[in-house]
Structure formats: structure tokens, C-alpha cells
């Protein structure tokens, strides 16, 4: 079966919120910048802003009736800037007008008197001057102290990995609709209803039951509409309830990439010991996150990272420190992998490092350390039913890895100018919230008189195919033929409390709540049914819309069957709730299960570099990936093929650039460069591991959204490795992404280590 | 088809067919086509990606009428202003849509090639624009034509798939490009009664453009920097006027009118000849989607120090056909640049037609680097036109962007080049000399020290490139 959603996107009429009818009298907002990237806000001067054709109000944090306040996990971000400014593109009034072009003539002409205060952009910076987010955190195994005596070799360095911009191709935007007695309907581009819902009831300083969150589908996210989507909703329901209009919110492209968060660029100081057989003994790094101006989710992203410092390795010995550094730019967010990539770019760096001083090609210790069954993590958790041998191993044999490094070893032999590198990327990647309380979802199956089925969950369909793989369980589990059921919308009032999708889990989670009410409606009917035919009701089954009874066909089928079960007044509706078992982490011990289990994979990535202009293509990036049993591989081939092209533009070609003042330099798409078609890699192969399984997630299957995204850090190991055999006098360097000018630099700069 | 409004040649409204609608409207011929589809005419299909022709999402057929039927190509609706499409035929993803799904949307929903689907109407308009359009039918050309579309989600792979699968089952099967509408329809990639639609548009006589407008050739720039400037109207679009249109030789030289959008350059045998490889430089330039719209001159007045074609232009040594209430003059490309952003054009001139000498033997060569290497604005350009006589470089021509306030015509390089023959010492003593006149800034494209090494490192690729023996040291790269 094909993503039911596919035919009416290739149409044009899968509706997105800037595609909704207006309602009369829609008015529109704009959100008007700060100027400066930290300061005292002293003055708004709004004058020549309302006289403005079209203006209808100018609202700031004044005009905020309940909490002028969105933080989520920290409440440290106002909607509106109040006091004091600290970042640029922070918003500090809210223009409302007929049109948005009127709104945004106006924001213009806002002035706004800051004075300034001396901003801080690095991570380093800020962590000396002790300006953390939260207390820093600590994770340790073993003692790294007593084993670096032990040790054949101990090198250290330095990674750093920049941001990335989100560039969903639907930009943040909402609708908020004011109805009778006190009421909200906002229509929100996010991935975490719940949170718009509780952000627009906090500014408005109403409950949340007179809040309404729908999202008919987003236009991408990869996490940049997790917590990222509230300020834009609650601006927009700000300025309706002021104005008892509607009133929508819509970002153009340069708005959403000054003012929106985007992944967190990360600086690290590693250590890592290894004894003579290549075993890594002990590994020591800290992390230095720039967080941004807020927290938005940035504790959590930093937890993700710790978790998975150690990437897809079995280090004995290992201490890995985490800071939330806060600086004056735009808070940076949830993106797809969610500090699991920064982290596992600094183990790679940290291997390739030990590979240089030992003089072995790096495979050789990724091999020698990858995590087998009951390996402990630095988080105290044990790994189960580890793929990480099998798909390193496979990826090697189906691609002919050996054929390949030799093929590369004769061409950089033969070129003068040309330089060929191979890598290999292991990924081992934990499926949960880390934050246990989220790992739980809500789902509401009806079935209607005629037969048909309606389902609603929590899970918010961004393209990743949630609500495809949802469907079909519950058609799996009512026995009924995929078009009989019909997938919601994502609606605060029909599933409440909804986790944000994301974590990769809205499919495990969602997809079971629905498994779950669908069982409980099955139940039912086969129970109606057990009466009706004079059988058990553990005999009857339903396929195909009919009913069978002891393996046999009845001449009984579903329609009748719900016919008569709602004449018997048998409830045809089932809410269901899943929470992840065996889940428990102690933040103060830093020790527990966060996960339900681990995704494996490896990828093989081949590059090549032309030395006289320090530019280089992708040739071939080909991954074995566990998929556990697949629900709908071309789903899933789809998110695998998507997170790598996107991970390969982390590491190569997306750079964000601020100037010294803290403007985004990169605010425009021809600027800020995403892989378009000539950048994805001539080869792009995908092969999940066959006869893969996996008890703890629904149907068997295994979380995909993720993962994938992470095989893109190969690139830039495959790009080292072919710049080091141009010059193979030149050390490594770890500074993503590998623009041309690094590249060039590396080639050319007579000395040294790159800058 | 419905006619909305009757009008008259003369009076401010503007006649097109949108899909199989006429539409006369008073709206602002400076309004981008974008706002007017969704705002005005609810075809919320097309959407808002970036506003600056960067990702393909507004993507819409124009078909232009002439002699032998309705031409169509893809452009961005987000950067064509309405003036653009009077007397033209309109054709939005709606207007694709039939019963079933076309065969491109088939192929898309077959392969998964849409995840979150807020680029798919985009691909699937420029596919069938492809299918339609004046390339011929094949998977490498299925792909070209999405390259000005950007995906987030799948990757490309998908699309790729689904482009092949395109370029297979049509590639043996469709009629030359011009006659391909009936086979098209027959086959359900364009809807039953797509060809009546633009019946009235050739009789039509066209409405002379306003007196006093601001001037626009394919708007690919000026709609990006400051798109509210247009609004007030009136406008002189310049694809309007034919005077300003198409590629001939005269006496030697290669003339290409001002208004030629440069996918024209890439297709003109002419000019293919006159400048080997530029089609393939081209390619690297902009998206098929930009090409069909932006145009040479447009390339010359935005005077980007950057601008691709300005360079080659600077190499090539062309010149300026100008007209002005003054009269008409002629003026070397060398000459027009003079500050940053400022040209040698005084207020109411206009470039007619830019020209350079068809040199028999000319070897031309472009190199380029961006952070991404297709459809990027470059960190470094440069481009390098030269004869061989008697085994020694003759009228040389040597440019470089990025590496000053103006596209850079290196004038000291180029003449100490000149008489001597290609061998390594004097492309050595090019590349050091090619050092002292390159002065770059720090930006977001690079830092002035990599631009100034990078430049003298493309400047030795382009005699490596040219003289694969003697400069490139022979055998493999």
C-alpha cells in the first residue's frame, strides 16, 4: 500500500495552514524583530507603525493577558520580549492588519530603541563564564582516571560540528479562530499539539479546555516545529482574543530562518585511550552546546547526546560531560537526531584521531569495538539484540567494501589531482523519549454504523508516513480492508496530552495506542459475534470485512455484524493509552533504561575531491539498516534515503554563518544552501537487514525517522581520508561542515592545522 | 471556457488564460503571479517556498502563443510579475489535475516520491513541463528538468526514480517537441480539452506596453531584491517587445537580443558554437526554471560582482548595443561596470542587444565553486577566451567574480598573456600576476583570502583544462 496522503499531495490539494480558507475578516500577523542581538528593550515606538494603511493594533508584552511566557521545559522565553532582548530576531511586538502586506509594511516601520549590551556567541565563552541553561551533567563508566595508564595510545583533540537549519518547505505558521463562550481553535503548523494548546492557554491565562489545537498535516519539520511552533500560535490567538477576529500568523522564508531555532552547533574536547589490539580502553569528552538565548528543548537534546556518546561502541571506560551554554542567538531546537549526531561526530573524530597516531585505518577500531548483547552503556543500560556486527559486517560484503578500498588505493595512486576517500559509519541510535514521561500516547477509534472506521492519535503526520502505518494496523487489527478506514486529524479534543511526534516514536507509540483500541473494539465484535453464530468468541476472526468463525466463512459480515452490535448498544468507540514498559531513568545516579530498544545500522560512503579547486562529489553512499519488520518499506526506504541526503548536507554544504553582531548571514535560500538534486550521491543504496526483529515496538517493526540522518557523518570522514592522501602530511581536522573553503584550505595552506 | 470580463486592447487590465479560465484583471501588473493564484484565485496548489526562485514549490507552466502553437516552459510564479502573462496561457497544478491521477503523479505516488507533499505540486508541474516542453524525452533530461526543485524530505532518490521511469515510458513514444499536445492528452498527462483553452490568445492584439514603466526583463533578480517596488505598476516588461528577443549572427559576431532568456543561449547552435562548452557551464549557472526566465542582459545591469554571465561575458570581450532618448551608442562590457552595483547606463538607456566576434577557433573555458556546486551563487568565477596562433595565445581574455566590487576583466593578466605560448613558466607567472589584481572581501561565500587563492587556483584549471598536455602534465588528472 502506498501513504494514503500521496495521491492528493501529487494534486496540489493536500491542504497545508497557509492553504485553509479564510474566514471574513481574517486579519494578519507579523511579528517585528529585534534589531540587536542583546540588550535593554527601552522604547517601542509604535506611531508610525498604526497609522499605516490597513493596521489594525500593534500588540507587545504588555498586551499579553495571562503569562507572556512559551518555555517548555525552562520558562525562560517570553512571547513577546519584555526588559530585555536577547537575540536577534526576537520578537517584540506583533503587527495585526488586513492584509500581509500591509502587517508587514508596518513592522517596518516600528522602532525599536535597545541599548546594547555586550552578546555572546560561543559556547566556550559562555561556559567559562558560567552561563549554563541548566547544571551541567556528567554520565560515567567505569573510571577513565585508572584506565589511561593501561593504554597503548592516548590522544586527544577538538570537534565541532555547526547548526542546520530546519528548512521545512512549509514555513511556521497558525490560525487561531475565536468561537462562542470563550473559546480557541487554532489551526498550528506543529508537531506537538499539546504544546501550542498549553502555550495559548499560558499566554492567554485560560484553562486548557477552552483551547483547541488541529493540525491537518506540516509541510516538513524534522523537529524544528516541536517546540519552535507555540510562539507563532500563541502570538496568533494573542492578537484573536485581543481582537475577537481571526487572525493568522504565517512566516515568509527569510522570517522563519532569522527567527526560528535550528540544530544545535556543538564544540567538544576529546580523549580516548586504546590498547595494542585496537580496543578502545577509555574515551573522555565533553560537550559544549550552544544552547541560544533559551532552553526551548536544549537539556533534552544535551541528554540525547550524552546518551549517545559512544555511538555503536562498547567503551569499558568512559565519562562524558554535558553544558547547555547560553548565548545571544536564537534558541536553538529540536532537529532530526536531537544531539545524537553532535555526539557521534565526536566519537568519530575521537577514532579517527586514535587511527592517525596508531597508523591503522580507522574501520579497523570501528570494528574491533562495535556493542554485542549485554554491552553496558555509559547510561546503565544494556543492549539487547544488538545489530551492530551483523550490519557492519553486511554492509561490507554486499558492497564489496575490500574491492573498493583497493579500486580507491589504485586511483589515488594513479591521480595527481584527484583524491578518492572511503568510510565506514556505524549508527546504534535508542528509541524513546529520554524524558520517560513522554513515552506514552493516546488513541480513539470509532466505528460508524455502516462499518467504517475512524481513528484519531496524538501522532501529527509530517510526511514520514505515520498515519499510513497507523491505519494499517488498525485495518490489520478490525480485519478490514484499508480504505474502510479513515485516518483524523491531529485534534487536542479528540486525543489529549499528546508526547510531540518526534523521537521517531510516533509510529511505536501511536501506532500501539491505536493497536490497543482497535483490540478492545475486536473484542467486542467478536463477542457480538460468538453469540450471533453459536460459537466462542475467541474463534471468530475478521478479514476482508467479513467474519469467519472456527477458520470457516459465516454468512455474517463486518457491516452486519456492527449493525447489530449497535442495536445490542455496544459501545463502537475505544480510547486506548500506551506507555512504554520497563522505561526508568535516574537523572540523579545517571543511570537507567531511557530506551526500548537500539536501531543499528552502517554505512559505506565513497568521495571523491578534486585538489586544484578543493571541491568533491559524493559517489556512492550505501547502508545496511535495521529496520526490524518493516511496516511499509517503501515508507521507510523513503525516510532512510531523506535522512541521509540530509545528514550528507549537515556535514557538507549547509553552513550557517552570523556575522560579529549576531545577524544570520545565511538568511536566504541562496545563501543557506540545502542538497538539491545534483548533490545527492550518485549511488544511494539502502538494504535493510533481512529476518530483523524486534519484540518491543508495535508489529515487530523498528522507529526509522531518525537513524538514517546519522550515516551522513560518514561523508565527512570519507572526505577526510581523501584529503589526507593529498596531503598525507597534514592531522585531521574535525570541523564540520567540510565547506569547499575548509577543504581548500586543508589542500593548500602550507602548515598547520585548519583554522 | 468562461470570459469573465470582455476587455479592449488599451485599457489597464490584464487578458490571460489561467488554466481554462480567461481572466481580465485590474490587478497590479507588478503583483507576483504567486500572490494572485492564491489570493485572488484560491489555486492553493501552487505555494510559497522562498520567494526567491530557490526551491521550485510555485512552479507554473507559461505558455506562450506563436506561429506554430503555445510554447510552454516552467517559471517561478513567485518572482513573474502579472504583466508578464498578458495574452499568455496560465496552467497551475489545478489545471493539471484531470480524474485520475496523470501519469506523472502516478509515477510519483508509485515510487513514495512525495513524503510531506508540500513540494510535490511543484515537481509534478515541472515534470510535466519537461514532458512538454522542447528537450528530448530521456531520463537524464527528466532529471534536469527537476532541478530547480527542492525536496526536503525524500532525498531525490525517489524522484529520480520516478523521473526514469517518466523518461522510459515516454522517451520512444512522443511526437517533436511543438506537436506534442494531442499525445500528451491522449495519454492523460495533460487534461481532456487542455487545447481549447488558449484559442482566443493568438488573435488577440497584444496591448503595447505602458509609456514610463519601470523596466523589467525576466524580473529573476528585481522581483527577489524588492518586489514591493513594482507594486504601485506601471511596468515595461520586456519580454513584451520582440526587438529585444532572439540569437543571430550579422557580419561575424554573435548578437544576442537583451531580453533572451539564457536557457535560449544554451539551445542556440550559434551560440554553441561561437563558445565551446557553454552549455555546459550554463547548466551550472541556474536552474532550468531560472533560465527560462532571467535573461543576459539582466544578468549585466544587476552588475552583481558575481554575476556568471557578466564574466563570460568580460571574456569574451562583448559589447553593449545601448539606446537612449539620446541616440544609440556601443559600449565594450569592459567599459560598463564602474563601482560596486554601478554601470555605465544613464537614466532612460537601455541594453538592446549585447554582441562579441564569432572567432574561429576560440577556446573558451568556466570554472566555478560554490558551497553547492549546481545552482549556487559562486564564492569564485572566472572564465578565459582565447585563440591559438602559430602555438601562441592570441586576443586573451581573462575574468574573475568575487575578487572585487565589479565583475573583474583582469586586464594585466589577460595582456601579459598575449603572444605567448601555453607553457607552465607563463602560467605561473599569470596565476602570481592574476594575485595583484584581485582584491576580495570577507562574506558569507568565503573569506578574501580563500577567494583570492581559490581565483588563482581556477585560473590555472582553466589552462590545465584547455592544454591537458603541456599545462595539465599530461596523463591522468
Known amino acids: 500500500m502506498k501513504n494514503f496522503d500521496t495521491p492528493g499531495h501529487t494534486r496540489g490539494s493536500s491542504p497545508f495552514i497557509d492553504d485553509l480558507p479564510e474566514l471574513p475578516g481574517t486579519l494578519h500577523g507579523v511579528a517585528v524583530p529585534s534589531p540587536v ?12 507603525a498604526l497609522v499605516t494603511d490597513g493596521v489594525v493594533r500593534v500588540l507587545t508584552a504588555g498586551n499579553v493577558p495571562g503569562e507572556n511566557q512559551i518555555g517548555g521545559i525552562i520558562p525562560d522565553e517570553p512571547l513577546l520580549a519584555e526588559g530585555e532582548v536577547h537575540f536577534v530576531g526576537q520578537p517584540v511586538a506583533l503587527v495585526v492588519a488586513d492584509s500581509p502586506l ?9 522602532r525599536v530603541d535597545v541599548e546594547e549590551l555586550p552578546p555572546l556567541f560561543d559556547p566556550r565563552e559562555a561556559a567559562a563564564r558560567g552561563m549554563f541553561i541548566a547544571p551541567p551533567r556528567r554520565l560515567v563508566l567505569g573510571d577513565p582516571d585508572l584506565a589511561w595508564p593501561g593504554c597503548e595510545v592516548v590522544v586527544e583533540g577538538r570537534a565541532d560540528t555547526g547548526g542546520q537549519e530546519h528548512l521545512y518547505l512549509e514555513m511556521q505558521g497558525a490560525v487561531a479562530v475565536p468561537e462562542a463562550r470563550g473559546r480557541m481553535v487554532v489551526h498550528s503548523s506543529t508537531q506537538a499539539p499539546t504544546a501550542v494548546q498549553r502555550a495559548v492557554a499560558g499566554v492567554l491565562g485560560w484553562a486548557m479546555n477552552r483551547v483547541e489545537v488541529n493540525v491537518p498535516r506540516l509541510g516538513g519539520a524534522f523537529g524544528g516545529k516541536e517546540d519552535q511552533a507555540n510562539a507563532w500560535a500563541a502570538l496568533a490567538a494573542l492578537a484573536a482574543a485581543e481582537l475577537d477576529r481571526p487572525v493568522k500568523v504565517v512566516l515568509q522564508r527569510h522570517e522563519d530562518l532569522r527567527m526560528t531555532g535550528k540544530r544545535h552547533p556543538y564544540s567538544a574536547d576529546f580523549k580516548i585511550g586504546l590498547s595494542r589490539d585496537l580496543r578502545i580502553q577509555a574515551y573522555e569528552v565533553t560537550l559544549y552546546q550552544n544552547s541560544g538565548a533559551a532552553a526551548d528543548l536544549s537539556t533534552a537534546v544535551l541528554e540525547r547526546s550524552l546518551f549517545h556518546a559512544t555511538n555503536s561502541y562498547y567503551i569499558p571506560h568512559v565519562r562524558v560531560t554535558g553544558m547547555c551554554c547560553r548565548t545571544h542567538l536564537p534558541p ?3 532537529f532530526r537526531g536531537f544531539g545524537g549526531p553532535q555526539a557521534m561526530f565526536v566519537m568519530e573524530a575521537a577514532i579517527a584521531r586514535a587511527a592517525e597516531a596508531l597508523g591503522v585505518p580507522a574501520w579497523r577500531i570501528q570494528d574491533r569495538n562495535l556493542l554485542r548483547d549485554q554491552d553496558e552503556l555509559p547510561c546503565g543500560m544494556r543492549v539487547h539484540q544488538s545489530q551492530a556486527r551483523r550490519s557492519f559486517d553486511e554492509v561490507r560484503e554486499r558492497f564489496n567494501f575490500e574491492g573498493v578500498r583497493s579500486d580507491i588505493d589504485r586511483f589515488n595512486a594513479e591521480h595527481r589531482r ?5 568510510s565506514l559509519m556505524p549508527v546504534c541510535f535508542g528509541i524513546s523519549f529520554t524524558n520517560t514521561m513522554l513515552n506514552q500516547a493516546g488513541a480513539l477509534v470509532h466505528v460508524y454504523t455502516d462499518g467504517s472506521a475512524s481513528v484519531s492519535t496524538g501522532a501529527v503526520e509530517m510526511g514520514q508516513g ?17 480504505g474502510c478506514v479513515h485516518m483524523e486529524h491531529t485534534n487536542t479534543t479528540r486525543v489529549a496530552n499528546t508526547s510531540p511526534t518526534a523521537a521517531s516514536s510516533g509510529a511505536d507509540l501511536n501506532g500501539m495506542a491505536a493497536l490497543l483500541a482497535a483490540q478492545t473494539l475486536r473484542e467486542r465484535l467478536q463477542a457480538v459475534a460468538g453469540e450471533l453464530l453459536g460459537v ?32 445490542r448498544r455496544i459501545n463502537l468507540s475505544a480510547q486506548a493509552l500506551y506507555a512504554t514498559p520497563h522505561l526508568q531513568y535516574d537523572k540523579q545516579q545517571e543511570k537507567g533504561t531511557p530506551f526500548a530498544y537500539h536501531v543499528f545500522g552502517t554505512a559505506m560512503t565513497r568521495v571523491t575531491v578534486d585538489c586544484l579547486r578543493g571541491t568533491y562529489t559524493v559517489d556512492a553512499v550505501q547502508a545496511v539498516h535495521d529496520a526490524g519488520r518493516s511496516l511499509d518499506p517503501l515508507i521507510d526506504r523513503g525516510q532512510a534515503e531523506g535522512g541521509i541526503v540530509q545528514g550528507i548536507g549537515w556535514m557538507t554544504m549547509e553552513d550557517l554563518v552570523y556575522d560579529a553582531a549576531g545577524h544570520l548571514r545565511s538568511n536566504a535560500l541562496s545563501t543557506y544552501k540545502v542538497p538539491d538534486l545534483h548533490a545527492v550521491p550518485g549511488m544511494l543504496e539502502v538494504a535493510f537487514l533481512e529476518d530483523a526483529d524486534n519484540p518491543r515496538a508495535v508489529m515487530r517493526s523498528k522507529a526509522i525517522g531518525e537513524p538514517p540522518f546519522m550515516y551522513g557523518i560518514g561523508t565527512y570522514f570519507a572526505l577526510l581520508q581523501a584529503l589526507q592522501a593529498f596531503r598525507p602530511d597534514r592531522p585531521a581536522f574535525f570541523e564540520a561542515p567540510m565547506t569547499p573553503e575548509r577543504v581548500f584550505r586543508f589542500l593548500h595552506d602550507p602548515s598547520g592545522t585548519d583554522g | 471556457m468562461q470570459n469573465i470580463h470582455s476587455t479592449s486592447p488599451g485599457d489597464s487590465t490584464i487578458h490571460f488564460v489561467l488554466n481554462r479560465q ?14 494572485f493564484l492564491r489570493r485572488e484565485h484560491r489555486l492553493v496548489g501552487t505555494k510559497e517556498g522562498c520567494r526567491e526562485g530557490d526551491c521550485g514549490a510555485c512552479t507554473v507552466l507559461l505558455g506562450e502563443p506563436g506561429p506554430d502553437g503555445v510554447r510552454y516552459r516552467t517559471v517561478a510564479s513567485c518572482l513573474l510579475p502579472l504583466a508578464a502573462v498578458a495574452d499568455r496561457h496560465v496552467v497551475t497544478i489545478e489545471g493539471l489535475n484531470h480524474a485520475t491521477l496523470t501519469p506523472v503523479q502516478q509515477a510519483i505516488v508509485d515510487e513514495g516520491a512525495t513524503q510531506c507533499g508540500f513540494c510535490t505540486p511543484g515537481f509534478v508541474v515541472a515534470l510535466t513541463g519537461f514532458l512538454l516542453g522542447d528537450e528530448e524525452v530521456c531520463a537524464e533530461q527528466a532529471l534536469a528538468a527537476m532541478e530547480g526543485n527542492i525536496c526536503r524530505c525524500t532525498g531525490y532518490v525517489s524522484l529520480v526514480r520516478a523521473a526514469r521511469r517518466l523518461g522510459d515510458r515516454f522517451g520512444s513514444g512522443l511526437p517533436p517537441p511543438g506537436q506534442r499536445i494531442p499525445a500528451l492528452m491522449e495519454a492523460g498527462v ?3 480539452g487542455f487545447d481549447e483553452a488558449t484559442g482566443g490568445l493568438g488573435e488577440r492584439v497584444p496591448v503595447p506596453p505602458p509609456a514610463g514603466g519601470m523596466i523589467v526583463a525576466g524580473g529573476t533578480d528585481l522581483f527577489v531584491q524588492d518586489p514591493e517596488k513594482f507594486l504601485p505598476g506601471p511596468l515595461r516588461s520586456l519580454d513584451r517587445e520582440p526587438g529585444l528577443h532572439g540569437i543571430r549572427v550579422e557580419g561575424g559576431d554573435v548578437c544576442i537580443g537583451a531580453a533572451t532568456p539564457t536557457e535560449d543561449l544554451l539551445q542556440s547552435a550559434e551560440v554553441r558554437a561561437a563558445v565551446p562548452g557553454i552549455e555546459h557551464y550554463l547548466r551550472l549557472v541556474s536552474s532550468r526554471l531560472m533560465r527560462h526566465r532571467a535573461t543576459v542582459a539582466g544578468n549585466l545591469v544587476n552588475a552583481s560582482p558575481i554575476g556568471d554571465l557578466s564574466i563570460m561575458l568580460l571574456a569574451l570581450d562583448a559589447v553593449l548595443d545601448i539606446s537612449g532618448e539620446a541616440g544609440r551608442r556601443t559600449l565594450p562590457v569592459r567599459s560598463f561596470f564602474k563601482a560596486y552595483k554601478d554601470v555605465d547606463l544613464r537614466p532612460g538607456e537601455l541594453i538592446e542587444a549585447i554582441r562579441w566576434a564569432s572567432t574561429p577557433g576560440r577556446m573558451f573555458h568556466f570554472e566555478k565553486v560554490s558551497k553547492r556546486r549546481y545552482l549556487d551563487i559562486a564564492s569564485v568565477n572566472t572564465a578565459l577566451s582565447l585563440t591559438l596562433e602559430g602555438g601562441l595565445m592570441r586576443r586573451v581574455g581573462l575574468s574573475a567574480g568575487g575578487v572585487a566590487p565589479v565583475p573583474l576583466f583582469l586586464a594585466e593578466t589577460s595582456a601579459g598573456l598575449e603572444g605567448q605560448p601555453p607553457e607552465p613558466a607563463v602560467v605561473d607567472e599569470a596565476v602570481t600576476r592574476a594575485g595583484s589584481e584581485l582584491a576580495p572581501i570577507d562574506d558569507v561565500r568565503g573569506s578574501a583570502d580563500y577567494k583570492r587563492r581559490l581565483a588563482q587556483s581556477l585560473i590555472r584549471a582553466h589552462f590545465i583544462e584547455l592544454f591537458p598536455e603541456s599545462i595539465g602534465g599530461g596523463g591522468s588528472p
Open chain 1, 37 to 48: 542581538a542583546h540588550g535593554i528593550l527601552r522604547d517601542l515606538d509604535l506611531s508610525a
Open chain 1, 102 to 110: 500591509a502587517a508587514r509594511r508596518a513592522a517596518k516601520k516600528v
Open chain 1, 332 to 334: 536553538f531546537t529540536a
Open chain 1, 418 to 422: 584527484q583524491k578518492q576517500g572511503l
Open chain 1, 466 to 482: 505515520v498515519n499510513t502505518k497507523i491505519l494499517r494496523i488498525v485495518a490489520r487489527t478490525l480485519g478490514l480492508d484499508e
Open chain 1, 536 to 567: 466462542s468468541a475467541a474463534s471468530v476472526e475478521m478479514c476482508h470485512g467479513q467474519v469467519l468463525a472456527e477458520g470457516a466463512s459465516r454468512e455474517l459480515s463486518w457491516a452486519g455484524l456492527v449493525e447489530t452490535a449497535y442495536q
Open chain 2, 22 to 35: 480567461v481572466v481580465d484583471t485590474p490587478a497590479s501588473p507588478g503583483m507576483v503571479l504567486l500572490d
Open chain 2, 190 to 192: 495533460l487534461p481532456p
